[in-house]
């Protein structure tokens, strides 16, 4: 099938305005017959899932967790960037556009990211109609903060909880919908296929958690809004229970899998312990505003950090990139911290680990209190003091965090950080109006591809989730169902329905049959270790070609040696975890093919084989610039090429230095 | 390695909502004291896994603290021995070798177990979709610095929203009352101006929805906020009975 | 009045009546402990009698003392109610609690409590409202009320008993008399601790000042 992304003819600045007021409408009475599914109800998903309730389709929407309210969109911490330019510091839609592009190291389509950034304003006033209690100065106006990768302040917050006011908003619009009965919510419900009729989306199979029962829905459209797949590494910043499920089923009906290999590693998080940990935890991209990044100079130096002099520390980012230093972009932080500790120059433990410090900026803001308060002939250790009680209260929540993980107190020595896997800018490919190659099969949020190329700048992923949910979604939907309104309601007896729900039986019944030594667990680590070895923060040809075949062993291993306790019609964890496995253990696979066919550095993609002397990624614009989407053919893949046509902006090597 | 831990666990196990559960007793060994108390639960479920025995449901998901899923009660407290964290940012260290550990589900028959130590806090989605948002179609929005808000009040809504819906407070309470919880929604668009044409209604629906669930009342021992992993002020159960008590005593709304 | 069925039929409404009864209780004891304090004047008990014999015959007090026997009941009424409803809400409990790592444990024993009062109360009106109201057995002048008081405080099990139902009683307000300002919404940063405090030493005070008539009557203090 060829590829077409339907971006709207005409200037930039006018393509989703022109669009938006030109694309096919759905009569108020129509509406009311056509129904949608959505999978997932995080930001996207409970966004587009009200949204279009509101317009008067029958929504339904699934969600794996016990409340909608849990979608992981929750753990965001740092902020929603948005070009409403309150600081008159010269932002505008361009900007954001332009730092966005840029950000994604020239990998992310124009049109999409532009109407992204001319959206983003109306998401921060719709957030505070609902009631989202976003910071405020004391005059009573919004207040900003600035971000990595950008000059300007246009990130909006509430605390370190950005990501769950605007969930909790979301949701609460999502269960007045839910109490009206214009949304019907299905909880504890884990989509497991979906079904095509004549080559369109039109329902799904879906598995009651509680009672096990396997469930047939039928929609007119079906929209996957299931975040993103970074499970795939085993450790991760994500929630134990984001998977790839849904869209990797719809991929394997027959959706484009766009760039499955970019993925970002962010760079501040608590490095790992030991072999029992199951999750990773972000200290938020906020703390490198008032925090050093070094390591010792010497190898292998055992001192307390404390005890090493200023003069045998290597403020490795800011001698490396002199102009940004500390607040360079994610990716590049992360290279860095792995050079380092390749190197041999990591500490902690495990090596593992780069140093954090505030101690700097407690001086610093321990002096201007000591101004403050008049005391002129303080002692070291007093400003320091009050340099800490400042500290405190821009990010008390964030230290107590980590002396919880660590057992160690961050005011006093620094905090150890490791960079770890943190979000899939890749996922199902979609057109301008979100939709994936099958008719009426929709992406939105973390499960697309679109916006964020091959790196994604911090406070962007809240953004895309609710443009996609609030501003998008209802206006492109109308394009594809304002021709469907003569379908109606299919059965779900249908032969299509009958033979989806039994693939996805005799596929549970297997996984409950093999009844071998290992448990999932074993297997899931297994994997990430070779994701993370070989396909994590710096990839090769030949290392890929080995993951692929280590990742085809875990793949036979797993269907032979698995043991997946209980039974399927009951509450059964084991079940759901292994069924998320084993696709991730597919994506995997796809995941280190795409790496390997890309042979250029590129934002989080970062290619040994493509590297500057110095050894900054090198982008090959020539033979690369375009969107690899992946058509699946029985654990085979062919891929598309999407070209990226930059016109209104100049494409350039980044440089942070 | 040395320091680490030998327990025994004492964990609820029932097979669904109509079988009575039990305690059953289990040993863990070798614990690091770096592990979160659910990933000594991946342990125990990984060894019960091998075993041929069937391991224990639990809730969890984000494992950081926000999503509001994991909900034990740890030797009779919901999350454990330690204040303003939830279950999974309880880490080891806080318990020595050679402990007993008791593991029970959230307590409240509007929370129903579903098996072990998973419980179901649908009645929360309820009382949300009573009354617990402000009535704003997308779209209807104006700009957003139209309304100062008073940093004050700003700061104020925003305590009253960190609630993660985890449900400790209805746990924790003897009357397993879900009044901190609801106190803390209606509070937080109680002191927006977007939260106002719909204030009285509101109070009214949310309680009327609350009591319907089966929570019980409010005695204001104060166990939910001393409970509770956000810190939720027992002030804003204060202002609940007023915002309550206005809306049906002066109020001229239905 | 169907606006008002709030009041029976939500947990808040409940709560509010169980709060207004018990401030208006609250304030009942506070003129019985000034009345009962007469007998201090160790003056053989007359102020006290002529104080106790006006509250027995004039007409006003006589009519809200129905209405204090009426809020009474509903305080008893609707407690008992809502500590069945609250049992109801939990119908498995926890194996382990380790409740006081939160709250106090006279919070979470008001019904308990409640019900040791009412025990107390019944014993104490049997001795005194009955024989006073309902009997001849006061009069002005063979016997008065003051004399029945020492009669009764001669024995000291029933002095025992007084002291243990003010002992209820202490704890009964101290949680009491905050919750119910909680209960009408006043919380408020700069007020409540103050509140707090003033419920604390009036749950002290006025029990213990109750409990040292029947210890003095019984050690002959007080003639």
């Known amino acids: 099938m060829p590829i077409n992304s339907n971006i709207p003819e005409g200037q930039l600045e006018n393509k989703w305005t022109k669009y938006k007021s030109t ?59 948005a070009a409403k330019n309150y600081q008159n510091d010269g932002d505008s839609v361009y900007r954001l556009f332009y730092d966005t592009i840029k950000g994604g190291d020239y990998r992310a389509r124009e049109a999409n990211v532009y109407r992204l950034a001319e959206i983003s304003p109306n998401i921060i006033d719709q957030c505070v109609a609902q009631g ?36 909790l908003g979301a949701y609460s619009a999502l269960e007045r919908q839910v109490g009206m009965g214009s949304v019907e919510m299905l909880s504890r419900h884990e989509m497991l296929e979906v079904v095509i009729i004549d080559g369109k989306a039109r329902g799904l199979i879906a598995r009651n958690l509680i009672t096990g029962e396997l469930e047939r829905h039928f929609g007119h459209a079906v929209l996957l809004c299931s975040g993103g797949y970074g499970n795939v590494f085993y450790l991760s910043t994500n929630a134990m229970g984001s998977n790839t499920t849904a869209i990797w089923k719809a991929h394997k009906k027959g959706a484009y899998f766009g760039n499955p290999c970019f993925t970002q590693i962010h760079p501040t998080c608590i490095p790992v312990s030991g072999d029992h940990q199951s999750k990773l935890t972000l200290m938020s991209e906020s703390l490198r505003n008032d925090g050093r990044i070094w390591v010792p100079k010497k190898a292998g130096d055992e001192r307390n950090p404390i005890d090493i002099p200023e003069s045998e520390r290597d403020y490795y980012l800011e001698r490396r990139y002199p102009a940004f230093g500390n607040l360079v972009p994610r990716d590049v932080a992360s290279r860095a911290a792995k050079e380092r500790c390749d190197a041999g120059f990591g500490v902690g433990n495990s090596k593992m680990a780069v140093y954090l410090d505030f101690k700097f900026n407690m001086m610093r803001y321990g002096k201007v209190e000591a101004t403050k308060q008049g005391l002129l002939n303080a002692q070291d250790s007093e400003i320091l003091a009050l340099g800490k009680q400042v500290v405190k209260e821009k990010y008390g929540n964030l230290f107590d965090m980590y002396q919880q993980i660590t057992g160690e107190n961050p005011y006093e020595s620094p905090m150890r950080i490791y960079p770890a896997v943190h979000y899939t800018m890749g996922g199902l490919w979609v057109d301008y109006n979100l939709m994936t190659n099958v008719p009426g099969m929709y992406a939105l949020g973390e499960a697309n591809f679109s916006d964020h190329g091959a790196n994604r700048l911090g406070a962007s992923a809240l953004m895309q989730g609710l443009a996609d949910g609030y501003f998008v979604i209802p206006y492109t939907i109308g394009a594809y169902l304002s021709k469907e309104i003569a379908t109606k309601a299919i059965s779900t007896d249908h032969a299509a329905f009958e033979e989806a729900e039994n693939s996805v039986k005799e596929r549970l019944e297997k996984l409950l049959s093999i009844k071998g030594s290992k448990t999932v667990d074993h297997f899931h680590k297994r994997l990430g270790k070779v994701m993370w070895d070989k396909c994590g923060m710096a990839r090769n040809a030949e290392g890929l070609k080995e993951a692929i075949l280590e990742i085809q062993a875990i793949r036979a291993d797993f269907w032979t040696q698995v043991r997946v306790p209980g039974e399927m019609n009951d509450l059964n964890p084991e079940l ?15 995941m280190c093919m795409d790496a390997l066919a890309r042979n250029e550095s590129c934002g989080g993609h970062f290619r040994e084989e493509s590297q500057t002397e110095e050894g900054e990624a090198m982008r090959d614009d020539e033979n690369y610039s375009y969107v690899a989407a992946w058509q699946y053919n029985d654990m085979n893949w062919q891929m598309q090429k999407e070209e990226l046509k930059f016109e209104n902006i100049k494409i350039a090597q980044r440089s942070y230095k | 390695m ?91 260290r806080s318990f020595s070798d050679g402990d007993t550990i008791v593991v029970e589900p959230w307590r409240a028959n509007a929370f129903p177990i579903i098996k072990d130590l998973t419980v179901d806090r649908s009645a929360f989605d309820r009382i949300i979709a009573s009354g617990g948002y402000i009535s704003v179609n997308t779209g209807n929005a104006q700009d957003g610095n139209v309304l100062p808000i008073a940093k004050q009040d700003a700061d104020i809504a925003f305590a009253a929203a960190a609630c993660i819906g985890c449900g400790a407070c209805v746990a924790a309470c003897k009357n397993a009352s879900a009044m901190l919880f609801v106190s803390a929604k209606v509070n937080q668009l109680a002191h927006l101006p977007q939260g106002q044409p719909e204030r009285m209604t509101r109070v009214k629906a949310m309680v009327a929805q609350m009591d319907k669930e089966g929570f019980g009342a409010c005695t204001n021992t104060g166990a939910c906020s001393a409970e509770c992993p956000k810190e939720i002020s027992l002030v804003n159960i204060a202002a609940m009975n007023r915002e309550y008590l206005k809306a049906n005593l002066i109020s001229t709304e239905d | 009045m169907a606006a008002l069925t709030f009041i029976l039929k939500s947990s808040i409404g409940n709560k509010l009546i169980m709060g207004l009864t018990g401030l208006f209780l609250i304030a009942f004891l506070m003129v019985h402990c000034i009345i009962n304090s007469m007998i201090f004047m160790n003056d053989g008990g007359v102020i006290f009698n002529e104080a106790a014999e006006f509250m027995g015959k004039n007409v006003a007090i006589r009519t809200m003392e129905i209405g204090l026997f009426a809020g009474l009941f509903i305080h008893i009424f609707q407690g008992l109610n809502l500590v069945f409803k609250n049992r109801k809400a939990r119908s498995v409990n926890y194996s382990v ?58 024995s000291f099990w029933v002095v025992l008993i007084y002291v243990l139902g003010m002992i209820s009683l202490a704890y009964h307000l101290m949680h009491g008399f905050q919750s119910s300002f909680q209960t009408m919404g006043w919380n408020h940063k700069k007020y409540t601790p103050a509140l707090k405090m003033i419920g604390f030493w009036f749950s002290v005070i006025i029990p213990f000042i109750f409990s040292t008539m029947p210890i003095a009557l019984f050690l002959g203090l007080i003639k």
Not at chain 3, 98 to 110: A, P, V
Request: charge should be positive; proline fraction near 3%; aromatic fraction near 8%.
């Open chain 3, 97 to 154: 609690q380790n409740g006081n790592k939160s709250s106090k444990w006279y919070s979470r024993s008001m019904g308990l409590l409640g019900t040791l009062l009412l025990i107390f109360l019944i014993i104490h009106l049997r001795h005194f409202w009955y024989v006073s109201r309902l009997t001849n057995e006061i009069s002005s002048d063979t016997n008065t009320l003051f004399d029945e008081m020492k009669k009764v405080f001669a």
């Open chain 1, 132 to 167: 989202v209690p976003f910071a405020r100065e004391y005059g009573g106006m919004l207040s900003n903060r600035s971000f990595g990768g950008t000059q300007v302040q246009r990130t909006f917050y509430a605390a370190g909880q950005t990501g769950q006011q605007l969930l």
């Open chain 1, 23 to 81: 694309i096919p409408l759905v009569n108020p009475a129509n509406k009311r017959s056509l129904e949608i599914l959505i999978v997932g109800s995080g930001l996207a998903g409970a966004s587009a899932a009200t949204s279009l309730a509101e317009l008067g389709y029958k929504v339904k929407c699934f969600c794996f967790q016990d409340s909608p309210r849990r979608a992981h969109s929750i753990a965001a911490q740092g902020g929603i960037n």
């Open chain 2, 2 to 92: 040395s320091g680490n831990m030998n327990l025994t666990l004492k964990i609820w196990r029932q097979r669904n909502t109509k079988t009575k559960g039990a305690l059953v007793d289990y040993k863990v060994k070798d614990i690091s004291p770096d592990m979160s108390f659910l990933e000594m639960f991946d342990v125990l479920n990984e060894d019960l896994i091998s075993k041929g025995d069937e391991p224990v449901a639990f809730d969890h998901d984000c494992r950081e603290g926000i999503c509001g899923m994991c909900s034990m009660h740890i030797n009779g407290r919901p999350h454990g021995p330690k204040d303003a964290i939830t279950t999974c940012q309880l880490h080891m």
């Open chain 1, 576 to 590: 759901e975890k292994a069924g998320r496995v084993a696709d991730f253990i597919e994506l995997g696979e796809l």
